[in-house]
């Protein structure tokens, strides 16, 4: 047990040891005391717990110490810069290479989940995740590179190590390929990728005197794009690594950034002057030309042109997403142009098909709009230079890291920041939303005072359509006001009034208390809960005129059968007596009744029924292959029957 805190340490024979939250329940960090090349085994035989400063002894065979990561600055993400920031949709977690260790945090309450310490000796240099989501690939300042399972950080296959650190690190799914570059030793190394734990180096590209800037992989054609410090824009074909082709369309200027336009023979590159432009890529007769340009200026108001660090394009919305030198986050919308140049490419396509199309015709560029882009927002995201920036289209999220060691989460519709990753200690234990009492249906509010769920909102709603005509009823019986009884049709001006604890004058007080039956009225007369009622009953008696207990008695009738009998007469000291279950089923809830919606200070709300169509989808493919599966066999058993 680790005093001062919820943790407690576990070591088994095998010198593995494991941090439990015992508040959560679940293990919190693993440790290894072996690695393979360990000549003998450690045989643990004890271990212990330095207070101050907090470490970690483990005694066998050897002496070993684990010091505990201090966390000196409990506003940022880690101690150290976080290289990059990758967002995971499958089960909502945010994962931050820092150091040589990869932190995964709960995006739903921005809490840590669970770190992979130590998975190198060196540290992370490139991160990013695969098209899947399933590994990490990961490269280091030695030169080394490897896959890591996501789940559990363990080692799954390492690449072929380069001279120098790792810059690039990127995915060729659909050659089955891995691609890592190292910018100091202007190598580019293509590592086949179709087995679970085995890899193999297919080809070596060496860049000669120049140092490589940027790198991506278009999936359309087939090739690698290169950009280069002096300005060289270079593909070159992924399957073979022959080179197809260069072009300089920025002059001398360094290539900061590239992506790629899906479906499009097209590439968005910028350069370190603020130039972002449209270039043809092979293998299109006007490749190697640049269509379009614009200027990335600042927007500090001294109209100076901008380096842009990183570039995402969103295929889905057309939008261009820029974090630049000066750490402003915009957005352009390039939505006209991706038009125009969609337009050009049906325009070719039915020329080739009447085979009318001449020389003259390929060679003319496409008609693009030459207006610039609407920027549709720009916002100062950190005060350092950005690190990393990485989007999320279904949850419409942009994060950021920087070199101030934080980690922002942005709107990327708007640009309004959202939250930012901390390793605080302070953190706040999230409140329910919603408390179930065990046995019972009901669902209360967070005060205890009300039930929130749909099934009981339904029912009253129900009820109170049916009650309405006995309502009236009684208002012509008691004479009461006509114009107050009118405000009952009002759903809401009813459900205020059942808000009132009110004293059930049949059965008596909620809390009884000992004296005559003289003594008992006169406690309910002069109780918080009746003058509330009083209050709140008067409006439906005329002017002047008191309501005797027979009318008081049957409009409360009235209203208590309108919400389930006498469950609005027990006491908020009733409620909070009785013990409540905080797990419910969130969609029984009815969120439009909750007073407090979020259960804690975390301001992010990723999509839960995004998550939920896709598992559905799964769910409905493998049900069809199932089926499929069992239809051919049945049929393949008749015919040889």
Request: glycine fraction near 6%; charge should be negative; charged fraction near 25%.
């Given at each position: ?158 690449y072929t190590k380069h001279n120098s650190e790792l810059t690039h690190i990127l995915e060729a799914k659909d050659l089955g390929f891995i691609i890592t ?461």
């Amino acid at each position: 047990m680790i005093e001062g805190s919820s943790q407690f340490v576990s070591l088994d024979t095998s010198g593995t040891i494991k941090i439990w939250d015992f508040k959560k329940f679940n293990c919190v960090q693993t440790l290894s005391l072996e690695t393979v090349e360990d000549q003998h085994k450690f045989h643990p035989q004890a271990f212990g717990v330095i207070p101050k400063p907090r470490k970690l002894v483990l005694a066998g065979r050897t002496l070993n110490f684990f010091e505990y990561d201090r966390n000196y600055n409990p506003n940022a993400v880690d101690d150290s810069v976080a290289v990059g920031v990758c967002y995971r949709p499958q089960n909502n977690t945010i994962l931050t290479p820092t150091g040589n260790k990869i932190k995964v945090w709960n995006a739903l309450t921005g809490e840590i989940k669970r770190i992979y310490s130590d998975i190198s000796q060196a540290e992370i240099t490139v991160f990013k995740l695969d098209e899947l989501k399933k590994r990490c690939l990961i490269g280091f300042s030695n030169g080394e590179a490897g896959a890591y399972n996501v789940l559990n950080g363990a080692l799954l296959k390492t690449y072929t190590k380069h001279n120098s650190e790792l810059t690039h690190i990127l995915e060729a799914k659909d050659l089955g390929f891995i691609i890592t570059a190292s910018a100091s030793d202007g190598t580019i190394k293509v590592h086949t990728d179709k087995t679970v734990n085995e890899s193999e180096l297919a080809r070596v590209i060496t860049l000669q005197e120049v140092a490589l800037t940027a790198i991506i992989y278009q999936s359309l054609n087939k090739l690698i794009v290169t950009g280069t410090q002096n300005g060289i824009i270079a593909f070159w074909e992924a399957e073979t690594g022959k080179f197809l082709g260069q072009c300089a369309c920025f002059g001398q200027e360094e290539i900061a950034s590239i992506v790629v336009l899906k479906d499009l023979d097209y590439i968005i590159a910028a350069t370190s002057t603020g130039k972002i432009g449209i270039i043809v890529t092979p293998p299109s007769t006007l490749r190697y030309n640049k269509i379009f340009e614009f200027i990335n200026y600042d927007d500090d108001g001294l109209k100076v042109p901008v380096y842009p660090v990183h570039m995402i394009w969103s295929h889905e919305k057309r939008f261009l997403f820029i974090a630049d030198d000066r750490s402003w986050l915009k957005v352009y919308d390039l939505s006209d142009k991706i038009e125009d140049l969609y337009r050009h490419q049906e325009i070719e396509k039915e020329a080739k098909l009447k085979e009318v199309h001449s020389s003259k015709f390929t060679l003319r560029l496409p008609n693009i709009s030459t207006s610039v882009p609407n920027k549709l927002w720009a916002t100062k995201a950190h005060n350092d230079p950005i690190k990393a920036l990485e989007y999320s289209e279904a949850e419409n999220l942009l994060f950021t890291s920087a070199l101030d060691k934080k980690v922002k989460i942005w709107n990327a519709e708007t640009g309004k920041y959202i939250d930012a990753l901390q390793q605080k200690y302070d953190g706040v234990e999230p409140t329910p939303i919603a408390y179930k009492k065990p046995g019972f249906e009901g669902i209360y509010s967070p005060d205890l005072t009300a039930r929130v769920d749909l099934e009981h909102t339904n029912k009253v709603r129900n009820d109170f359509l049916k009650n309405q005509a006995e309502l009236r009823a009684l208002a012509e019986k008691y004479n009461i006001d006509s114009s107050a009884a009118s405000k009952l049709g009002s759903f809401k001006t009813l459900k205020t009034m059942g808000s009132v604890k009110m004293p059930n004058l049949e059965y008596g007080s909620a809390s009884p208390t000992r004296g005559s039956k003289k003594d008992k009225e006169e406690e309910k007369k002069d109780s918080p809960a009746n003058k509330k009622f009083e209050a709140k009953a008067s409006i439906f008696f005329k002017p002047g005129e008191e309501g005797d207990h027979k009318q008081r008695h049957a409009l409360e009738s009235v209203i208590l059968s309108a919400y389930g009998g006498d469950e609005i007469g027990r006491t908020l000291t009733d409620i909070e007596e009785e013990e409540f279950d905080p797990f419910y089923n969130w969609r029984k809830i009815d969120i439009n009744e909750l007073e407090v919606k979020n259960s804690s200070p975390w301001r992010l709300h990723v999509n839960f029924q995004e998550n939920k169509s896709n598992f559905d989808h799964h769910l409905s493919d493998v049900r069809k292959n199932f089926y499929d599966f069992i239809h051919f066999f049945n049929q393949d058993s008749e015919k040889s029957t």
